[in-house]
């Protein structure tokens, strides 16, 4: 069965911060590594990863894949208080289906 | 319109009785997934439509679980007589693509539909 781990599961920082949010996957089919930013209750994209190594950014955030380690790490710098919310990895096994982690619950405090 | 959306956005059911979740994609989007979040938990999947066929069901953790998409736009979640284990966020997304976690194009979710069963 295809999982994925994420951890920490929350992390609480102070604006500013720089933070590094770890996701591990085990899957029979490894197609593409996916992260959403969840606020309230709609997640909202942020990166697709398919190749080991090359780096993915957009603004504060980043995003890389290990394919050796089979684990991608999302970072965000000089955190703001609206970086606030859970965000989740995901899998994309096949076209339809998406195997997510549980998310970490990011605080930033002012 | 602008982003996928979906109705209601909160249901109480009393336990037993049949709910119906809506789900409106964005326009011309082929792809169409449901997903049930748990609190606490990631979205796990439960079924896929590629159009109006339904590519992969097997996310639906019952046979009280039904989902349509007959004309390839719209579609509805049915669960039928409802337990408390179905308490849960409903969550929609479309994607413009086929295969939409390799296509590079975003995968637009809806706001969910918040199911609590008493």
């Known amino acids: 069965e295809d999982k994925v781990v994420q951890s920490p599961l929350s992390l609480v920082v102070h604006e500013g911060d720089t933070v590094t949010l770890n996701c591990s996957y085990e899957?029979?089919?490894?197609?593409?590594l996916l992260w959403y930013k969840q606020e309230k209750k709609a997640p909202t994209f942020l990166f697709m990863l398919?190749?080991?190594?090359i780096e993915k950014k957009s603004g504060r955030l980043s995003s890389i894949l290990d394919k050796k380690e089979l684990s991608s790490i999302l970072n965000i710098t000089a955190t703001q208080t609206g970086d606030s919310a859970i965000y989740l990895c995901?899998?994309?096994?096949?076209?339809?289906?998406?195997?997510f982690g549980d998310g970490t619950t990011l605080t930033v405090k002012p | 319109g602008a982003g996928v959306s979906q109705s209601p956005r909160y249901k109480v059911a009393k336990r037993g009785q049949d709910v119906a979740l809506r789900c409106d994609p964005i326009?011309?989007?082929?792809?169409l997934f449901w997903y049930q979040q748990a609190l606490g938990q990631g979205p796990e999947f439960l079924t896929y439509?590629?159009?109006?066929?339904?590519?992969?069901k097997s996310g639906l953790p019952s046979d009280r679980f039904f989902a349509e998409r007959p004309e390839g736009s719209v579609s509805t979640l049915k669960i039928q007589r409802t337990q408390q284990e179905d308490s849960a966020v409903y969550l929609c997304?479309?994607?413009?693509?086929?295969?939409?976690?390799?296509?590079?194009?975003?995968?637009?979710f809806g706001e969910g539909s918040w199911l609590t069963v008493v």
């Open positions: 326009s011309g989007h082929v792809s």
């Open positions: 899957v029979t089919n490894f197609r593409s």
């Open positions: 398919t190749s080991s190594g």
């Open positions: 997304a479309s994607s413009l693509d086929r295969d939409a976690v390799l296509s590079g194009n975003t995968i637009y």
């Open positions: 439509f590629q159009n109006e066929a339904q590519l992969d």
């Open positions: 995901a899998e994309g096994t096949n076209a339809g289906k998406s195997t």
